[in-house]
T-cell receptor, first 113, second 113 residues
Framework: SAVISQKPSRDICQRGTSLTIQCQVD?????MFWYRQQPGQSLTLIAT?????????ESGFVIDKFPISRPNLTFSTLTVSNMSPEDSSIYLC??????????FGPGTRLLVL | AQSVTQLDSHVSVSEGTPVLLRCNYS??????LFWYVQHPNKGLQLLLK??????LVKGINGFEAEFKKSETSFHLTKPSAHMSDAAEYFC???????????FGTGTRLKVLA
């Protein structure tokens, strides 16, 4: 398994601002993922972030709104840009380990006013 | 396309009685299937996984699941519920060849004293 941390754990932001979420893992991993969990909903994949290449975004998510960095094999950031109340969600990162198994960070709880 | 259906959005059981959380999947390939648990205000924890080995999979905290190809099911069971089992449970299928997860809508388990 892996130990994954996220910063911040929660935040309250004003609309129109941006927030950058950090994801740190205690071992080198190739594949990292970013998910959104809207209130009372399941998880939706935002993008896949591999080190050394551009992130791959899922349908409905665009780089201008959710820019992602992956500077090395243990770290990634997700920025939520120009936020609106509809962006209020839990944002989770995960890493892919052996046998297609993903391990998740504790999540970042975002409230946009 | 692959998909996963969790048949119950809410399940209530009495402490000490069996738990059954139902999951059906759709896949063109031999799938990898997972169950995750999310306790309130926590991240996702892997309960167990099926990756084409034994069809009866044992996980943590006394949970197990049986892969039934003929029924395209992967139901989660536990012989005796504990108060600490109260949480949201997600059934997940891994999209073949991409490592992407497809989440079910979740089942909220309530355990009554």
């Amino acid at each position: 398994s892996a130990v994954i941390s996220q910063k911040p754990s929660r935040d309250i932001c004003q609309r129109g601002t941006s927030l950058t979420i950090q994801c740190q893992v205690d071992s080198q991993v190739t594949m990292m993922f970013w998910y959104r969990q809207q209130p009372g909903q399941s998880l939706t994949l935002i993008a896949t972030a591999n080190q050394g290449s551009e992130a791959t975004y899922e349908s409905g998510f665009v780089i201008d709104k959710f820019p992602i960095s992956r500077p090395n094999l243990t770290f990634s950031t997700l920025t939520v840009s120009n936020m609106s109340p509809e962006d209020s969600s839990i944002y989770l990162c995960s890493v892919e380990m052996a046998q297609e198994t993903q391990y998740f960070g504790p999540g970042t709880r975002l409230l946009v006013l | 396309a692959q998909s996963v259906t969790q048949l119950d959005s809410h399940v209530s059981v009495s402490e000490g009685t069996p738990v059954l959380l139902r999951c059906n999947y759709s896949s063109s390939y031999s799938p990898s299937l997972f169950w995750y648990v999310q306790h309130p205000n926590k991240g996702l924890q892997l309960l167990l996984k099926y990756t084409s080995a034994a069809t009866l999979v044992k996980g943590i905290n006394g949970f197990e699941a049986e892969f039934k190809k003929s029924e395209t099911s992967f139901h989660l069971t536990k012989p005796s519920a504990h108060m600490s089992d109260a949480a949201e449970y997600f059934c997940v299928v891994s999209e073949a060849g991409t490592y992407k997860y497809i989440f079910g809508t979740g089942t909220r388990l309530k355990v009554l004293a």
